[in-house]
């Protein structure tokens, strides 16, 4: 072997030995952040008009439609997707019982969104909500 193949062969060796642990010292470095998902607040309606019904009903925003249930003076507003998991009516929110009521075939959920009686499997989907100005305002959790 002449001694340029031998440089060349001991190069490539070289490399090759040594490139699993160049990429483990660079992608293994990488910082863990990610970015905080931005949150995309839309508006449900006004303040007025929560107070007035207790609840606004949008069936449809950007996120589908959308069910506040609440007042100003609520301590926490309920926001869910009303569309019920099962065949898809609308819930209705029953105050006394603190549940939504799914007026085709009884499904039951909680405050939650979560099935507390069937034939829905699925929970409700729920959102963040704030007052802003006036507004109510709901986004994804
Ligand atoms: S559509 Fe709601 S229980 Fe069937």
Not at 14 to 23: A, I, V, Y
Not at 26 to 44: A, D, L, R, T
Not at 84 to 97: P, Q
Request: proline share 5%; net charge positive; with cysteine.
């Amino acid at each position: 072997m002449k001694r340029r193949q031998f440089i060349n062969l001991l190069s490539v060796s070289l490399f090759l030995s040594l490139s699993p642990l160049f990429l483990a010292v660079v992608y293994g470095n990488k910082p863990k952040y990610k970015p905080k998902k931005q949150e995309n607040w839309i508006s449900i309606g006004t303040v007025a008009e929560l107070d007035k019904n207790g609840q606004i009903l949008k069936e449809k925003t950007s996120l589908g439609a959308i069910l506040v249930i609440g007042t100003s003076e609520s301590q926490k507003l309920i926001a869910v997707n009303p569309i019920c998991t099962h065949l898809g009516c609308t819930v209705d929110w029953e105050a006394e019982e603190n549940i939504f009521l799914c007026p085709c075939h009884a499904s039951e959920f909680t405050a939650e969104g979560k099935v507390q009686n069937g034939p829905a499997t699925k929970p409700l989907s729920i959102y963040k909500t704030k007052i802003e100005k006036n507004t109510v305002m709901v986004t994804r959790i």
